[in-house]
Each structure stands twice: as C-alpha cells, then as structure tokens.
C-alpha cells in the first residue's frame, strides 16, 4: 500500500513557530500530542478524572470522535502515558473548580471539534509562517512523536507501546 502524500514532520523552528501563534489552549493541545504521541481524539476525550497531577500521568480510557464518546481505538490504545515537563502547564490550565467529569479541552461542557480548530486556527497559522504542506495536521502532531521517539533510540516496539499501536509495522 503506497501512502497517498508523503509523511512529513515539523522541524523544531517550524513546530515553535507554530505553537507562538496559536491560543494557549490549543498550543497545550498540540503539546500534549508531539509530547505524548496521543490521537486527537483521545485528546478531545481527556477527562480530568484521567488526568493525575500529583503523579505527573495521562490515563487514557476514552476517546472523543466526530460528535461521539466511546472507547479508545483499540485494548492497546488504552495506556498510561507521562506528562512530562506539562505537568505545570496543565496544572496551569485546570479550572479551580474543575469537575473530574468535565473535558480538558471543552467548550460550554462539550468537547472541542478537531476539525474546527486545524481548519480555523491551526491551518491558517501554518499557512501564515509559510510551512503548511498538504496532508498537515493533527496526525502531523503524533508522527512527530513518534518519529523523533525512534530517532532517539527507542525500539519499534517501545514507539508502539507509547502510540497505543497493535503492531510494530503501523508505528514505522
């Protein structure tokens, strides 16, 4: 199977440029899907409640799709994954009434729309510094993480593990 455009990744100057022109609430979503290698749906679908401040993790246990909550992808697609240097960024974005049931990423109680925020924020950003190409977008984000996950050292199974892939062969 040929993929359809080629798989690109943002260098660091572009990626840093693009989180300085976006709103702080969508650059933490980005954030947390270059340093997480999380899909924008179990983005979306993050409730507090998965969202451990004290120990620094992300549970994922739901996803948020085209207008409908439900399970993550796949039994693999549920894991465990550490903040990292966001923790203080979330800790920053939580609401001090922050009801464990209520979305990160909401609006009025309702999760927010993917395809909204590239079409109307991200996208435009993009096409302003001048790097957007054909194909950018959200999985833009998780390929980053992935991909630099592995430049790194990390097997493909180790990549696999993070991305919440059933098979070594969808993490390359």
């Known amino acids: 199977k040929k993929p359809k455009r080629e798989k690109r990744i943002l260098t660091d100057e572009q990626l840093s440029l693009l989180l300085a022109a976006v709103p702080e609430y969508v650059r933490l979503m980005i954030e947390t899907a270059v ?14 409640r998965y969202v451990d401040l004290t120990l620094g993790i992300i549970k994922i246990e739901e996803r948020f799709y085209r207008g409908e909550t439900g399970e993550p992808k796949s039994e693999r697609a549920r894991r465990v994954l550490p903040l990292g240097l966001l ?3 979330y800790k920053q974005h939580r609401p001090a009434n922050a009801d464990p049931d209520h979305y990160v990423f909401e609006d009025s109680g309702e999760p927010l729309d993917d395809r909204t925020i590239l079409r109307n924020v991200i996208r435009p950003a993009a096409k302003r510094i001048g790097f957007y190409f054909e194909g950018f977008g959200w999985h833009s984000f998780r390929r980053q993480n992935i991909t630099v996950l592995q430049e790194e050292g990390a097997t493909a199974f180790e990549a696999m593990e993070q991305a919440g892939h059933s098979r070594p062969s969808m993490t390359g």
Do not use: A, C, P, V
């Not at 340093?35 to 507090?48: F, N, P, Q």
């Open 35 to 48: 340093s997480t290698g999380m899909r924008i749906s179990e983005i979306l679908g993050l409730r507090w």
């Open 87 to 89: 923790k203080d960024r």
